[in-house]
């Protein structure tokens, strides 16, 4: 399953709802990484550092 194609250095808004929504299905860091075509560390990091797995937002962490 492939979502977004970005290759940037942070993730994009849409990519942060996507993050948030596999979270609260129960995906695991590296089927979000691969649905977005990013590095199992870069996703790990973002929820990481905005929350954790059970309260990762994406609107916040992308204001933050």
């Not at 979000?32 to 199992?40: P, S, T, V, Y």
Request: charged content about 40%; overall charge positive.
């Amino acid at each position: 399953m492939r979502i977004i194609r970005n290759k940037g250095k942070h993730l994009t808004k849409e990519e942060r709802f996507c993050v948030e929504k596999l979270l609260k299905i129960g995906q695991s860091y590296q089927k979000i990484a691969d649905a977005l075509e990013r590095g199992k560390s870069t996703i790990g990091e973002e929820v990481k550092n905005n929350g954790g797995r059970e309260k990762y937002n994406a609107e916040k962490a992308h204001h933050r």
